[in-house]
Every structure is written in C-alpha cells, then in structure tokens.
C-alpha cells in the first residue's frame, strides 16, 4: 500500500505563489486521489509489495499514470520553497557549464513550460553521462522510465496554477521559478555526482546513488504499520 506523503510546508506557506485554496485542491483532491486510485489498483496484485519507482517501471496502463502521478507530485511539493534559495556548489557549477547561465536556464525552462501542449511536466534532469536538460513529460510521463534523474519539476497541468493564475500559465512559470527548493535540487545533483552513476533503471542496485532520494521519498510514501 502506498500512503500520501505530508506536504514540506504548511498549506498556506506558498501565498501568494500557490493559494491554501490550490494545495486544498491540489493536494488533498487531486494528489490523494491518485494515491488512493494507485491502492485500488494494485490491491491483491503483484505491485502491491513493490516500492512506488519498481511500480512505475514495470507497469503500464492506469496502474502507470496512477503511480507516475503519486511520484511526480511527491517530486514537486520537494522541488519547492517558501525560503528563497539560490542555486550553488557543484549544481550551480553544472548550470554555467551546461547551460552558460543560471539566466539561460530559467529563459529556457519557462519556454518549455510555457510551450508543452496539454498537461505535463517540465523537469530539470541528468542523463545518465551526467549532463544537464530540461525535459518535457505528458500527462503521467515521468524522467524515472528513460533513465533519467529529477533534479526538480513544475506541474504545469492546469489543476496546478488555474485557481491562482487562471490561463496564465506564463506568470505561474515566473512564480515558479522564485519558489525553486534549490537545497533541494543541489542535494539531489550531489547524490548523484559521481563516476558511478549509472542511472534509474538499476535502482534496485545499492551501487545506484539515486536509490538514496527515492528511498527517502518511498518511506515517506509507505505505511509504517
Ligand atoms: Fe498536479
């Protein structure tokens, strides 16, 4: 069984970036929702056992967007801050070298955000050499199924921003951009910073870096009883 991990931050700590009335929604509805379609699903099968990135590799189908959602939604609330942050060490060193500038990533991010047709995702990942993109995922698709490593995401279904930016979803990117749990992120990078990298579809592989942030997103996610 798979639980609805806490929100890092009160339901009201993002105003007026994100609205209690949006987390009232976005949270408690639309995020437990797909928690609880997940156990549904996966009652008496084979997945229930499985931890939530095993779920998501090995399935497909409504059991797929279910899991992907739990994960992908997890990965967002982590991804954001009501604290300003800045992004630094080794992460802000990738950044220049791959990007050329902090700037020049956030132009980028906020075009593929602002240019993903339908609902989806926009992430910030690792390939498995170690560099650094931006990726654009539909509707459930998550970085986890093609060997990619989250750094941070934006939600831009609109369930995400309607309530606070209506149509806008230009201003939320913008928004989003000031909100970005950067400690987070930089955590994230330097877990994954090393020449054993080898990527999601070994994180089975105590030797995979990786497995450490879905871990301690997945104990977060399992019920302890
Ligand atoms: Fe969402």
Request: charged share 25%; with cysteine.
């Amino acid at each position: 069984m798979i639980n609805l991990p806490n929100l890092p931050f009160a339901d009201n700590a993002l105003e007026p970036f994100i609205s209690e009335e949006t987390i009232g929604y976005h949270y408690y509805k639309h995020h437990a929702a797909y928690v609880n379609k997940l156990n549904e699903l996966i009652k008496g099968t084979e997945f229930d056992k499985m931890s939530l990135s095993s779920i998501i590799r090995e399935s497909d189908g409504a059991v797929f967007n279910n899991a992907a959602q739990v994960f992908n939604h997890t990965f967002y609330w982590k991804s954001l801050s009501s604290t300003k942050s800045a992004p630094s060490g080794k992460l802000l060193n990738k950044i220049n070298d791959d990007f050329g500038s902090v700037e020049v990533l956030k132009e980028e991010f906020i075009k593929a955000g602002s240019t993903l047709f339908g609902s989806g995702w926009v992430w910030l990942v690792r390939e498995p050499k170690g560099q650094l993109m931006l990726k654009q995922t539909q509707n459930a698709h998550t970085p986890l199924s093609s060997n990619l490593v989250p750094l941070f995401v934006c939600d831009v279904w609109e369930h995400a921003y309607y309530i606070d930016y209506k149509n806008l979803r230009l201003k939320y990117l913008e928004e989003f951009w000031k909100h970005i749990n950067w400690d987070f992120a930089g955590e994230a990078y330097d877990k994954t910073d090393n020449h054993v990298f080898i990527g999601t579809e070994a994180c089975n592989d105590i030797h995979d870096p990786f497995c450490e942030i879905l871990d301690d997103l997945q104990n977060q996610d399992r019920v302890t009883s």
